[in-house]
């Protein structure tokens, strides 16, 4: 039973000793402790004729004459809350269910806390763990709220996610669909540049054929003529065919139709290509076409050694003799001859050429912006640089850890690079032919940062490596020339 006090002190003391609950028809024993009517029936009944009082031990010889405590009770009256449901009762003293065993977690009455199995347990009165568990139920409505609002958020955000992978995915979709309508635009390209070379190939040939048809025509009529006349000779009289034998035998047009014999000359179909190298070579000229536009780099003399001079427009190095050194830029390398193109690149795609010509010591590639000018240069993926190189009487080689030799077929005098930032690639070609790159090496590498194309001249070497390394420009849109189907 709930009261109307906020004095927890006088709460306690209008709750019997036995159930913990506010008193219900109190009685009062002589000892003038008072207890409910129910209770202290209770006790009596399974206590028989020695009834002790649960507070003071003093022995009660008869409590069936026990008075109300009426001024108890009005006091009750006076304070608990009007409406207020009764409890359930206990099935083995039949006394309400006013405790709640915290050891064993059940509803008991007062006498099972003083007399029954739950003795010496802790037990909490029923209004105090309704508290108590109303509270926890409100934390867990907290909980469950939070809980469903993150849950909320996190629908709110995979409807978001789906959405835009949905919408990536058809941007992606018209990306496949542009970009391979492109290829067959270039498949069928190629397709008609082939097509017409072996038309162009085939009509040289059959022109050719024909010339010698007609001509073997001819000579065909002028053989009959001559056969016929040959006839006739034969039919004469012995007299009249040897005067005329002569004269017919040693006729020029005898003469020039058996010297036409044998200048049939047989011609084979060559179109310049092998059919099996047909897929390899296309491939080669597509790669050639999808490649981003050729950069129109510069050198920066900022960064160029003392001996390294620039010319044409900063598109053209050579290492210069030791009588001409002059003091380098603060910025620039001041051991290796090296130089860096005034633009680097930090994301995307990227293709440029060098022109190595007939040098006979050089190296390119790409070197970390904030990778140490000062000093030799230690050229290797992991302090920021890679390089391509090459050198007479050891070849082509590319700068890893160790060294790799590259079984490069030629001397290539050209050497294209092809970045793929995001990718992570660094490719070096053999660009001499412009109709297809002959990869030489690939890098793999974390790009990070900004990397800059590096040119090295090497030493010059008393003048045995003084040809200059070229930063060719790009010659506009459409520079692939037209090939020749004989150089496919």
Known sequence: MALLTRDPDLANRLRCPVCLEVFKEPLMLQCGHSYCRDCLNALAHHLGSQLFCPVCRRVEPDVSNSPPNVSLAQVIEALHLP????????????????????????LICGLCGLLGSHQQHQVTPVSTVYSRMK?????????????????EEQITRLGNNRTRITNESDVFHWVVRREFQELHCLLDEEKARCLKGVECHTRGLVASMDIQLEQARGTCERLNRAQHLLEQLSEESPLDFIQKYRATASSPELRQTLLLEGTFHAVSFKPGFHPADLKMAVWKRLFRQVLPTMEAL?????????LLQLSKGNTVVQCSPLSQRCVGHPDGFDYNTCVLTSRGFSCGRHYWEVVV??????????IKGTASRRGKLTKS??????????????GYEAFQCPRVLLPVAGRPQRIGAYLHYEQGELTFFDADRPEGLQPLYTFQADFQGKLYPILDTCWHERGNNSLPMVLPQPPGPGHLPALEHTKL
């Open 83 to 106: 409406g207020e449901q009764e409890l359930s009762l206990c099935p083995h003293h039949r006394n309400p269910l006013s405790l709640f065993c915290e050891r064993d977690g059940e």
């Open 135 to 151: 509270e926890e139920l409100s934390g867990l409505f907290s909980d469950l709220k939070q809980q469903r609002e993150k849950l």
């Open 298 to 306: 510069k050198l920066d003399p900022a960064t160029a050694h003392p």
């Open 357 to 366: 010509g007939s040098k006979s010591h050089w190296r390119l590639g790409l």
């Open 381 to 394: 993926p992991e302090h920021g640089v890679w390089l391509l190189g090459f050198k007479e009487g050891r």
